[in-house]
Structures are given as structure tokens and as C-alpha cells.
């Protein structure tokens, strides 16, 4: 099925939607955009032909969440059970969306499920905005992804002119829209074209034949020390990556909380044991560790690359670092008949 | 101000030579003041005061011995400069310079340091409740981005 | 520029070939678009990505503190990375016998997000020369005058000229001047502290708490920096007003008397905060109080690690 929303009543719609629901919309902060709450004086930034710098992972896990809080004048334990409001997040991108239903795979396994990230899934609609252009940095196709990829989306825009054309996938989302007119066979075959054409302009950045093999093989190889040469070990490609799910718990004694936060494989203390031993201990292990997991251990786990090429890491890294480059050199490595793993 | 000011009193163990004042200080603090005693002015790191500040302090008040006098010789002369930047510095980012005072006791000051902070409490009564700088009360956790 | 370019080239050549140096640290050509990347040269013939152009943002001192003392490192410097480098060896981080700096007098660095703010993201084919930029955006060619897009560290940079190198590939520049400092200074200064205040609430709750500014900073070398304690706990690692507000104070202050105004922390941030008005506040006062300025000369004590008798009059007692 799918709808016509008129450009121009956007504004009205988010404002009807917010009488049921907490929507979430990409919007102006300082000079780029953000997932904020829609407001009356919202300004919207659904044009932004990049997605927001911050991930929107972060409306699922929190960066920072309380998990318990501890009141010491009743010696009591409290736990913080959250019941979020019905929400609809709106105008994320497809490479967005799959990074989600890439990390339902790790925090709702049926063994191993965490209340905090299946009562936020549970109550949120997503409804994602196509991309009809790449970005420099975009490489979504690469991974398996794609700029109208339907992974983890209720809905999906396509923009034509002044129109949004919305496909529903789930009755989640079908219900924002039953309201509004179907869009005709002719209008369809025009939204399609649209989406080939988009897929067909994005370029494979690197070959991911046998990658993993090729990675695998390599574990002791000397690329990783010159791929990681000049990597600070910040946390900038890990905190705004999609796909990245590493917390830390902390007991904050001055908050009387215990809080959730994200945590970084770049970082030293990361993999630091209480003994003063450090597995890896210098950013050559950390870099390897970070491109393995992506490209090679998520494949042992659910048999899908974890990354959804959504391209944050190459446009923020402060030093210019391109996974792709990285990964194309990758890719010329000769597979040395030795497992080092 | 309706209730009285919260006041962090940082005090040096050996600054307080009269008996009477350290027994004072030990067990007839008003509530409203809290007490860190520390082995020197010296000890204090910059990040004691933000601690006090974040967590609500209107007022800080740091007692210790004369410059010259230091129980650990030149103990809390490494720290004064550090400590002047560090309250320029936080004027600077909005607060104020006047809810921190310095308090460098003699031997021979008996019933100052009583003294010293019932007037700074009136002064930061006039000054009022601090609002600047004191998040770490009752904000509520990682609701920024959501 | 490209004449700075083959001297570069000669003098890293000239270095490695002679093995005078274990390695180079210079720049090398963009993966991503304009990104030039910081790169490790051990081999004459690896020069060929060598790159140098005003969008080579990192400073390469911060890199340094990697290496063991005796790793016979060269290093292109710039005004304030050459403080940098003269700071660490103040701090004995590096043996200045071990070092070779390459000084290349500044032009200032070139801030890629105040073009995109301008033209719109998706730009490619960067040139530049003396006094103007040009970037391709949507098929076409566009041109703006350096001074517009420098990065605001740079616009307010005192010492262009490299402090202490062992050569020069290009001639002194003239000294900046301190009174764009002083007016920057002040403009914050003279806001009520509410104000102030709120302004600096702003710029420090943006913070993801990613710490690149940490890393891209020469002077923060710390094994065990103050946010990673856990007993006490100073700074929370949550993304909470207390946390962020005690990370910029307490880093801002940390680098008194170290910092030499770079920029590389704004360059770094991918929130885009400010965090030099802090930096600037503290290395005033420290010329101001101290006569001290980082990095001048690689032997004179910062104000922080020594004391004077006559400091006691500075306090009321």
C-alpha cells in the first residue's frame, strides 16, 4: 500500500500525530540536525540530504540510562521500570533503521532479552525517508544495504517533488495513514524508478568477497599496525555509530544510580582487567578489534556484516580515516592458509 | 533566604590551634555546614571544590595555616596558585568569585574561624541560592538526546 | 604551497635516506574528501602520498607521546604545534636531542565545516593559494577569501612562526596580534555571568563525552585521565549536566599554562562545541600573572609546578 502526503501539510500532521504520540523528527541544532521531540516551534530539518550526526540508536539505548536508583535515607532499592509513551520516529534513513533491526538481534534474542530495549521497540513506529542521492561517505549498497531498504522500518518515504509517497510494511504503520489517498499503478511505477535508479548510482566501495576469510586470516598481519597508525582512540566512530551497542555499568555513589552508559572499544580502560592486565594494549589490537567485530565476528553471530554504511565514521573521524580504504586494502590481502584465529 | 545556605568548609587539620575552636568545629557545626577536614590546603585538587559546588555548596570556605606556617613546610604554597586561577576561572564561566573564601589562620586567632563564618554566611545570604554551576542536584539522567 | 610541498619531500627524503630519523611524521593524501591524514613516513620511498595543503587540521605533536624517548622521530611543525612539541619537552615526554622539527611558517588551517556552512556538504577538488580557497559543489567552482573560512583558533593566532626548529622551508610571517586574543576575551568577559553561564551551558551539553578532543590534544597524555577514575569518582561518565560541565572545566584547567591554542579540540569535536574561550582565558591570565606563555622555549617551568614566596600577596588574608 501506499500514500500521498503533500509536502506541505507535514507541519499539521506531526501535530496531529503528537496528540497519541511522542514524535521524533531530524531537526536544526547549531549547524546540523538531530532526533529532538517535535515541538509547535520545531524547525525541521527533513531536507538535510545527510542523515543527523548523532545516531538515533540513542532512542533505543540511551547513552546514558538509570538503571536502579538508591534511596539511603529508607535503605531501599528502586527499580527504574520505564513504560515509554507510544512513539513515532520520522525521516530516519534506511541505513538507520536496519542498524536498528540489526541490534534487535543482540538486545531481543528470546535467551537474552533486555525489558529497557524491547519496551522502547515495542512502542515506537518508524517511518524512514529514503535516499535518492548518495553521499560521498555513503556506502550502504556495499554492506548489503540500500538506499530504500525496508530492514526495521514500518514505513518508507520517497520524496517526488512536493509529494512524500509512503510505503506501509506492518499495521503498526498502516494506521498513521489510513486517512490519506493511495497512490495510483502509474504514481508506483515512478516511486520504483526512483529507488532503482538511486540504488544503481551508489558505487561498490570496497569487494566484500571472502572478506572475512581474508580478515581472519590476517589476524597477525602488519596492515593492522599501519591502518591504525594514525587513530587517536577517541570514541567518535563508536558513539555515532549505528550499529555499535558496547555498554558499561556504573554504580554513580554521588547519584545514589546505577547508570548504563555507552562505551568504546578504542578506549584503553575498555578491555583494562582488574589484575592490570590489558588484552589489548595498544591501539593496534583496539582499530583490529573494532574491524573485526563489524566485518567478521558479527558474521560468526548472526551470519550479517554490522555495519550498515552509513558512513558517520569517515565524515566525523578527526584524523580523516576511511573504513573503506581501509577495507579495500583489506581486500588485496593474500589468504595466507594460516588460522590465526 | 529562607533556609540557611549550604557551606562546604574545607579546613586544614593543624590550622585550628586552640582546643576550644577544633572542638567547635568537630561537634557544634551547624547542620548547614558540611566538613572535610584534610591533612593541608595543599591537598585540595580544584575538582574537591567543583565537587562541593555541582553537588550544591552556596558558599565555600577553605581554612588553613598562614602561607609560611605550613604544618608540611611548603605545603600550601605549591596549591595557591592553582586554587587563584581555578576561582578566577570559575567566576569566569559564572560563579562567582565571592561565594569562595580563603581563611588563613594564625596561631594566635582564637574564635575567628566562628567568626569568619558567620559572616560569610550572611554574605552569601545576601547573595542568594546559587543556581550557577550546581547540576548535580536532582537532575534527572541521560534525558538529553531523547 | 606546492613549493612548501617539494622541500618537504627533499627534507623527509634527506632525513630517511641519511637515516638521521627513524621516521617522519607528516601528511599524506585524503581517503574521504578533503581529509588529509596524518602519516608515519619510514621509508624514502613512500613519499609519494606525502600531502601538505591548509587542510592538514591535526596536530601532529599529539602523536609523539606514542613513541619511546629514544625513537629518533622528525616532525612537521607549524607555529603552535612547534609550542606543542617544545611544551612536551618541558614536561620530559621527549628528548629534544631525539626530534627534528620541520617548521613551516603558517598561514592558518583552512575550517572545512565554516565551507560546507556556506556552499552546502557534498564539496570535492579543493585548491588554494595565497589568498583564496576553491572548492567544486554541485558542478560548480567556488571561491572564497582565506581569511572567511579560517579556522577561529587560527584567526586569533599570535605566533605563526615555528619556536626552536632545525629548519625553515619557508620565510617568518609576521607576529599576529595579541589584541584579537584580548577582544575575544573580552566579548565573553563582558556578559553578565548568567549569560556567561548559559553560554557555556549551551556549548558544554552537547557533549557525547567521546573525548577527541582529549586525544587530538598534544598535552593530554595522561595514562590515567581524571574522568577514568573510578574511587573517587570526579567527573560522571553519563551524559549529564554535572559530568560534561566537569569534563570542559576540569580539561580546560588541566591545560593551564600547557596549552598553546591549537584549535585541534574544535577541529576534533564532531558536536561542534567551543572550548578555546576557556583555553584562551587561562593562557592570558597566565601571561598576565606569570609572564609564562607555552611552549616559547623548551626549558622554562610552567607557573603550576613551582611556587614564590611573594605569591601570598596575590591572596587576601
Redesign the interface.
Known sequence: MMYILEKKNIDQTLTDWSAKYKVFAPQKVENFSQFLPVEPSSELALDNPHNTRYPPKALFLPQSEALLKYNRQLNKLEELIIAPKPRIIFGIRPCDASAVSLLDTVFHTGEYDDPYWIARRDATILIGMGCKEPCQTCFCTTVGYGPFNHDGLDGLITEVDETYFIEVFTEKGKQLFLDLPVASEDQQRIVKSIQTNAEEKMQPAFDTTNLKQKLDQNFESDYWSKISESCLGCGVCTFLCPTCFCFDIVDEVQRNERVRNWDTCMFKIYSQEASGHNPRPTRVERTRQRIMHKFSYWIDQIGKIGCTGCGRCIRYCPVGLDIRAMLKTASTLESEGINAR | MKTRPKIALFQCQWCLYSEPDQCWVDNELPPSIHLIKLPCTGRIN??YI??AI??GADGIVISGC???KCHFK?GN??A???H???L?????????RSRIR?V?LDLQDRGRIQRELADFEAEISKLGKV???A??IG????D??? | MSEIKVKLKAEIQRLLNEDIMDMVIAFKKEDSPLRPQPAFFKNPDELEDLEYNSLCQNNLATYLTRYPQDTRIGIIVRGCESRSVNALIVEKQHKRENLYMIGIPCHGIIDVRKIINRTGEEISDYSEDQDEVSVLFEGQEVKFPRKEVLHDSCLRCVHPNPVNADILLDDPLPEGDPAVVRQAVESFETMDKDERYALFRHEAERCIRCYACREACPMCYCTECFVDHATPRWSESEISPAGTHAWHIIRAFHLAGRCTSCGACERACPMDIKMTYLTDKLNENMLEEYQFEAGMDDETQPPFASFNLDDKKRFVL
Open positions: 580544584p575538582l567543583l565537587n555541582q553537588g598562614h602561607p609560611e611548603e604554597l605549591s595557591l596558585r592553582q587563584d586561577e581555578f578566577n576561572f570559575l567566576d569566569y564561566i559564572g560563579y562567582e580563603f588563613w543556581k550557577n554551576l547540576t548535580r537532575t534527572p539522567v541521560g538529553q538526546y531523547v
